[in-house]
């Protein structure tokens, strides 16, 4: 199947530092998203993007969809300690209709305060 | 809105027991799914269903089957556990056409222990 290639697989920053982390595969994907997993809970949306180079806010988060569709941004700024938690990329690849979302393997997220 | 609800939260079954994950969602979305995650494997699909009385297999499906005889409910059933199954289990759902059209939602997980 599809494949997303997620990094880095873990950070551990101090807390006010920005943090990026990008995914990338060989195909070109539809659809961009990024989810962010606490401890002991699902994952929860947190910014979908649609076009080829949208960039996209949500508080602090900003994600961005690359021009080639191929990969995809997601940075945070000032971090803060409820930053914790595992963050998953997803993506729709192109051409195939209903199937379900390609996931990345994620990036952990660890924030010294 | 409840969102993504699934139950139980825990679950422990010995080899070769049977047992049925519960997933609901009030958001009347077409598109339902269940995911398996283990350490280091991410998010793996199990089936999905794109509405009522349609199922089909995802990357994962032995050992698994599952049906929708609502839009409401996809129920999740192990027919005979197995050690490798243990794992938490999440259940997702989204509109199948439209806007925000992959914008998936997912429940708690049903964390499941075979020994």
């Known amino acids: 199947g599809q494949q997303l290639n997620q990094s880095p697989q873990s950070m551990f920053i101090q807390e006010g530092e920005d943090v990026s982390m990008n995914c990338t595969s060989s195909s070109i994907f539809n659809t961009w998203l990024w989810y962010k997993q606490d401890p002991g809970e699902g994952p929860v949306l947190l910014i979908a993007?649609?076009?080829?180079?949208e960039l996209t806010s949500n508080g602090r988060l900003t994600a961005q969809f690359g021009i080639t569709r191929k990969d995809s941004f997601l940075n945070i700024s000032a971090s803060i300690p409820s930053d914790v938690g595992i963050y998953f990329c997803a993506g729709q690849p192109r051409g195939t209709g209903r199937r379900a979302l390609t996931f990345g393997s994620g990036t952990r997220l660890q924030v010294q305060p | 809105n409840a969102g993504v609800t699934q139950t139980p939260k825990f679950q422990v079954l010995k080899t070769g027991q049977s047992m049925t994950l519960q997933c609901a969602q009030d958001m009347n979305h077409e598109y339902m799914s269940w995911y398996r995650q283990d350490p280091g494997m991410g998010l793996r699909l199990i089936h999905y269903?794109?509405?009522?009385?349609?199922?089909d297999q995802g990357e994962v499906p032995n050992g698994y089957n599952v049906s929708r005889s609502t839009t409401e409910d996809f129920p999740l059933r192990l027919l005979s556990a197995a050690p490798s199954q243990t794992s938490v289990y999440f259940c997702a759902s989204r509109w199948d056409e439209g806007a925000g059209l992959y914008e998936q939602y997912f429940g708690p997980g049903t964390r499941l222990t075979v020994t």
């Open positions: 993007l649609y076009k080829a180079g």
């Open positions: 269903s794109v509405g009522a009385g349609i199922t």
